[in-house]
């Protein structure tokens, strides 16, 4: 996938947009953002497991058995399966599965729940001879934003340089992320305290580099992570919503993706899966906009 600017520019001289008086860049990144969702929903709805959206993140043990769901992880109930690792012994030298419980048998079976954004461990004998615990998750694509400045200097713990003050950056989150040349993530979760100027006041510093950008949105990149096979798709989309923008009418009628669209959308990800389906994931509803 090519990063967000080339596929604006395009979008731009197909539609008549490039002069002044055209499309803000902020309203057809917000586009963009939109296709992106709507996409990722229709495949997740329609394949929840496919390897796109399937991330693993270890955990080394803990006596209160509460590990933090990563933030970008689709819903609380977004998960794929959850193991433990215990003492190495002649029988068992990897990770184990973990099933789920209800919260009824939480306290007296081992296994696991979700609860405000923690997966919990129950069954303290258990848990006393865990050494880690790894869970894999459905996650959320980052979200798309042009490059805002480039990364100047940083004093580590203190604070980022940038090659200009960003004119989009301050109005539109007080979090940002860090991204290569290519427009990948590298660094998430940028917290910054300052409301203007070329320097953001963040003690989030670490992996940060003079060869990065800066993009708006705490789980942020400069380009999809969506395969090549989905640049048409979100072109045709951005498209229409500018088309039909200033006839609410049409707009309320428009169907952004033909049928036929979304069949060879869902195509592209109906065999992208590795493991089998024991573990549903329940609430794709609320996804859809």
Known sequence: MRRLEFLITQVRNSTDNKDVNGISTS????????AQ???????????????????QVEYD????????????????N?????????????????????KPVSESEFSYIFGYITRNGNVLISGQNEI?????IRITY??????????????????????????????????????CSAVDAKGDQVVSNIYFTNSAGSTLLTANTAGVTTSHYITAGSNSCNRSQLPDECEPYLLDYV???????????????????????KEEIISIFSKNKKDDDTIPITDVGFLFF
Do not use: W
């Open 37 to 55: 969702k709507y996409i990722s929903t229709l495949i997740f709805k329609n394949n929840p497991y496919a390897d796109l959206f399937k991330v």
């Open 78 to 98: 977004a998960i794929s399966m959850v193991e433990g690792r215990f003492a190495e012994t002649e029988n068992n030298k990897g990770y184990a599965r973990i």
């Open 138 to 175: 459905f996650k959320r694509l980052p979200t798309l934003d042009v490059r805002q400045a480039k990364v100047n200097a940083i004093t580590s713990g203190v604070s980022i340089s940038l090659s200009s003050a960003p004119s989009d950056l301050y109005s539109m989150d007080d979090h």
């Open 27 to 34: 309203e057809i990144v917000g586009y963009f953002n939109d």
């Open 239 to 261: 498209k229409q919503r500018i088309y039909t923008r200033n006839n609410y009418d049409d707009a309320n009628k428009q169907m952004y993706f033909t049928e036929q669209q």
């Open 128 to 132: 006393a001879s865990l050494q880690k």
């Open 61 to 76: 043990a803990n006596s209160t058995g509460t590990y933090a769901l990563p933030s970008d992880c689709f819903s609380t």
